[in-house]
């Protein structure tokens, strides 16, 4: 009896309280409440340069976007211009799928939207100029809410982190709409 009267007055009662209750609840419309899907459009750049890569991005958000999980179609080859190696447009890798799984952190949260810093692995069904299969993920996000709806802008790098040379990565800019 003692040692309840002393961890209630700490907290833990009310802790355990809201522990019970669902954050959100289960639907059969809704199988993953608290998960955003998200379906989008980018471009591959390289440096200050576009590289004309196309990517289309189907990205699965859970946990209130604490994790992430995408699929990544780059439907189009991708173009290196490095001038003394590649002096012309050089087609550095064709199309591909590629895969990440991250970590995602929100760092800023205002009325108009929400910041964002990922990190974590990504793998590409090829090996190509730009990296290797298994790579780094880097992600920096801006999420809007307009009109109920998520619009995400996102920066993302793949990359083997300079444990192999070369380390020219994959860079791309997406837009993304949640379904």
Same mark, same amino acid.
């Given at each position: 009896?003692?040692?309840?009267?002393?961890?209630?007055?700490?907290?833990?009662?009310?802790?355990a309280?809201r522990?019970?209750?669902?954050?959100?609840?289960?639907?059969?419309?809704?199988?993953?409440?608290?998960?955003?899907?998200?379906?989008?459009?980018?471009?591959?750049?390289?440096?200050?340069?576009?590289?004309?890569?196309?990517?289309?991005?189907?990205?699965?958000?859970i946990?209130?976007?604490?994790?992430?999980?995408?699929?990544f179609?780059?439907?189009?080859?991708?173009? @290196?211009?490095?001038?003394?190696?590649?002096?012309?447009? !050089? #087609? =550095?890798? %064709?199309?591909?799928?590629? &895969?990440?799984? /991250?970590?995602?952190?929100?760092?800023?949260?205002?009325?108009?939207?929400?910041l964002?810093?990922?990190?974590?692995?990504?793998?590409?069904?090829?090996?190509?100029?730009?990296?290797?299969?298994?790579?780094?993920?880097?992600?920096?996000?801006?999420?809007?809410n307009?009109?109920?709806?998520?619009?995400? @802008?996102?920066?993302r790098?793949?990359?083997?982190?300079? !444990? #192999? =040379?070369? %380390?020219?990565?994959?860079? &791309?800019?997406? /837009?993304?709409?949640?379904l």
């Amino acid at each position: 009896m003692l040692a309840l009267l002393i961890v209630i007055p700490l907290g833990w009662g009310t802790r355990a309280a809201r522990a019970q209750e669902a954050p959100y609840s289960w639907t059969p419309w809704n199988p993953c409440p608290g998960c955003d899907l998200l379906v989008g459009a980018g471009t591959t750049f390289k440096y200050f340069a576009w590289t004309d890569g196309f990517v289309v991005p189907v990205t699965l958000e859970i946990d209130d976007s604490r994790w992430e999980v995408g699929a990544f179609r780059f439907a189009t080859p991708q173009y @290196l211009y490095e001038e003394p190696v590649y002096p012309q447009s !050089f #087609r =550095a890798a %064709n199309p591909q799928w590629g &895969f990440d799984a /991250l970590r995602r952190w929100q760092v800023l949260h205002r009325s108009w939207g929400r910041l964002y810093l990922g990190f974590g692995g990504s793998y590409k069904t090829t090996n190509d100029l730009l990296d290797y299969r298994w790579n780094f993920a880097y992600l920096g996000a801006v999420r809007f809410n307009i009109g109920g709806s998520i619009v995400e @802008l996102s920066l993302r790098h793949w990359s083997n982190a300079w !444990f #192999r =040379a070369p %380390n020219r990565g994959i860079n &791309f800019v997406m /837009l993304s709409v949640g379904l």
